[in-house]
Nanobody, 115 residues
Framework: QVQLVESGGGLVQPGGSLRLSCAAS????????MGWYRQAPGNQRELVAT???????NIGDSVKGRFTISRDNAKNTVYLQMNSLKPEDTAVYYC?????????WGQGTQVTVSS
């Protein structure tokens, strides 16, 4: 079992930055592919970014060039650095841990981009 707890969401103005954190506990963090997904009202959950155990990253097209994902295996934490935020980035952001067929999700953290 893996428990995931997201933090760092909030209200930010367009063009601003936020850093989300996801702290994991309960299993061997380093073996998991970690990811961030988001879901806006009325929309399906979409991929934001993932990072493998080896550090390979995959960034969603809608955030490429603005968001970066990183992980600190010593702290069992994955981060999402979000820059140049836009109103369309407003969503609940979910942390995900995946290993083979096993998937874990956090509770989500709200990010609102508005002036």
């Amino acid at each position: 079992q893996v428990q995931l707890v997201e933090s760092g969401g909030g209200l930010v103005q367009p063009g601003g930055s936020l850093r989300l954190s996801c702290a994991a506990s309960g299993s061997i963090f380093s073996i998991y592919t970690m990811g961030w997904y988001r879901q806006a009202p009325g929309n399906q959950r979409e991929l934001v970014a993932t990072i493998t155990s080896g550090g390979y990253t995959n960034i969603g097209d809608s955030v490429k060039g603005r968001f970066t994902i990183s992980r600190d295996n010593a702290k069992n934490t994955v981060y999402l650095q979000m820059n140049s935020l836009k109103p369309e980035d407003t969503a609940v952001y979910y942390c995900n841990a995946k290993y083979t067929a096993t998937n874990y999700w956090g509770q989500g953290t709200q990010v609102t981009v508005s002036s």
